[in-house]
């Protein structure tokens, strides 16, 4: 110590009496103390997240096969035959063309081939029955290039997957674990990345429970149940420690990103920016309305399942040049697991808090009906307010897919003039066809009168002289 005073006091304190600069030393003293603790403290939680990542990573693998090499996926659609399961307003080879186009939205996997599976239900201990089953692993040893199988139902219980999975002699995927692995390649924000890992917990811990209870072997695990302590539960244990913990901490994250998008809502309602979300079936063409409605070039819609995962905001003007804000939302889909939609509630508050909801919807897709429903099942969940559902405008996007023509040998007037002759019921939405522009006129117009009246706004016109101070 006191070398250290007579340092200080040779370069900074040469002024001071003793006294002061060892007041002044261990002063200096504790703010470095401090900062110290601070950067070790933040290097320590550093440390702790990198290392729970990585033991979630290798639980993942082991648990649901979750990898970046990507697979050669048979695509097996159940469905139910007949009685109160038996999905209307479909058929099962639209339902296997959907699955098709969920693996395909995936990098590096690729669709080796697709089979529909007539079923009684879904509850069976091996799913398919013993005839099927055997045909379906005839198949699978015929075509070596299947390293997996997807098969699209909303869950497998631990049974079943088990049980498939001893058949096939490969990885077998349910609809959960699929899209998991699409919103994980499509997370861009922290926030979406954080609401893709919550989704995730309770489905890590369901295998893992199966694991334990003696469900699914724990061949899954490779062996390492004994890796800590020698005991089988202790690893369970941590496992689950491990979740639980990890659930926690990203609820904690998002709490405050939530706080954050609260403060940036309150802004806005302080400024008195009325928000249009912009809802509906995935691929339904929202962010392409988005571009159209706000002229933002710098929108890029992409054709696939899913493109848009993280939730934007986007500027444009009503008719009577009263600015407003467009929130692009994650598409919906069918047998979308409710704990999904759940674990975006963060982001998805945007679409309860707006003045206006579009519902945009695929007028041209064979299954426009039972998606329609789909989305209206989804936002009731939501517990909307009556207000809001009251402000709802329904959107037939793509109509210009039903005018018999390839519409890119029409020009827009001509076009216009087919989508004119469809005649659209208007339950049916405003006819539009977004990436050309057509029907916007009539969305504005439309959400003009309901933004007026929801906010309390009115338009006046005033008549002042051409050239006049008021006129500039």
């Known amino acids: 110590m006191n070398s250290i005073i007579k340092y200080l006091t040779y370069r900074s304190f040469a002024k001071l009496t003793q006294k002061q600069a060892v007041l002044k030393c261990h002063t200096t003293l504790k703010i470095w103390s401090f900062k110290c603790f601070h950067v070790s403290s933040s290097l320590t939680k550093d440390i702790d997240e990198e290392k729970e990542e990585d033991e979630v990573i290798d639980l993942r693998k082991r648990l649901y096969m979750h990898g970046d090499s990507g697979h050669q996926i ?10 109160r399961g038996k999905k209307q307003n479909t058929k099962p080879e639209l339902m296997l063309e959907e699955s098709k186009g969920l693996v395909e939205s995936l990098s590096k996997w690729k669709v080796v081939d697709g089979i529909v599976v007539p079923l009684e239900t879904f509850k069976r201990r091996l799913l398919f029955g013993t005839g099927n089953l055997e045909e379906l692993k005839k198949t699978i040893r015929r075509n070596l290039s299947v390293t997996a199988v997807f098969v699209s139902i909303e869950q497998l219980t631990g049974v079943q997957r088990k049980e498939l999975e001893q058949a096939f002699k490969v990885p077998v995927f349910d609809r959960f674990s699929l899209v998991l692995h699409i919103f994980k390649e499509r997370a861009q924000t922290k926030e979406a990345k954080l609401q893709v890992a919550l989704a995730e917990v309770p489905y890590l811990r369901s295998l893992l429970r199966d694991i334990q209870d003696g469900v699914v072997g724990g061949d899954r695990l490779g062996g390492s149940t004994s890796a800590i302590g020698g005991a089988g539960e202790t690893f369970f244990e941590t496992r689950k420690r491990l979740l639980s913990a990890r659930e926690r901490r990203i609820k904690d994250q998002l709490e405050t990103l939530r706080a954050q998008r609260q403060r940036v809502r309150i802004n806005r309602e302080k400024r008195q920016i009325p928000v249009i979300s912009v809802v509906g079936y995935t691929n339904a063409g929202k962010t392409s309305l988005i571009r159209s409605l706000t002229g933002d070039d710098k929108i890029t819609p992409e054709n696939r399942l899913f493109a848009t995962l993280d939730v934007t905001a986007h500027a444009g003007y009503l008719p009577c040049n009263l600015q407003t804000i467009y929130v692009d939302t994650v598409g919906f889909l069918t047998d979308l697991p409710m704990r999904l939609i759940e674990a975006f509630s963060a982001t998805l508050e945007d679409a309860l808090n707006a003045d206006a909801i579009i519902h945009v919807r695929d007028i041209s897709h064979p299954e426009a009906e039972l998606q329609f429903q789909t989305v209206n099942s989804t936002l009731s969940s939501l517990n909307i307010p009556q207000k809001l559902k009251d402000n709802v405008i329904l959107v037939a996007n793509k109509v210009d897919k039903l005018v018999g023509v390839d519409p890119s040998n029409l020009s827009k007037e001509e076009l216009e003039e087919k989508i004119e002759k469809l005649n659209i019921r208007p339950e ?17 117009s439309s959400l003009q009168d309901k933004i007026l009246s929801s906010t309390g706004r009115i338009v006046k016109l005033f008549r002042v002289p051409s050239g006049s101070e008021a006129y500039q």
């Open 428 to 444: 049916d939405g405003i006819p539009v066809c977004a990436t050309r522009g057509i029907g916007l006129i009539d969305i504005t």
């Open 74 to 83: 048979l695509v097996l659609q159940p469905y139910i035959k007949w009685g």
